[in-house]
């Protein structure tokens, strides 16, 4: 994996442009694995709320798991682990500011579009590991043509 920064929100953008040369705004895939594994397979908010959950990964959700991973980068901005609570009284200003990036990227209407799918594909790739253990059955054997 590629060192991940926290400056100016670096560590917000996918390390990959999109097809047309864009930039992939809050699509890191660190944030997207964190809300899979988090939301979908760890502690399954995704089946205790699933209106909130339903088809897509809503800003909220997304907002914290960035501010957890700014945490995890913090804790090993220095080469070696230190130990950064994940607390209100040191991120309330960090999650803020990330939810005021997501509705600036929510906001453009190339960004915001490309933000939803993102969205949408990480609750949907989330539902299908999340049923993975034989609790629904999961068919992948679909194919787009796409012309």
Known sequence: ?????????????AEELDSAGRTKNIQH????????TFYYQK???AQLFPEEFSGRMPDPAVGLACT???CCIQEWATGQHMNVAFTSDLFAAD????METISQVRAHPYHGLSFQEAKRQWACTGVTHSYADGAAPVRNDFEAILD
């Open 1 to 13: 994996m590629a060192f991940l920064s926290t400056y100016k929100g670096t560590f917000l953008r």
């Open 29 to 36: 895939k660190a944030i997207g694995t964190l809300c899979k």
């Open 43 to 45: 502690k399954k908010m």
């Open 68 to 70: 957890a991973l700014k």
């Open 95 to 98: 999650y803020a500011g990330i």
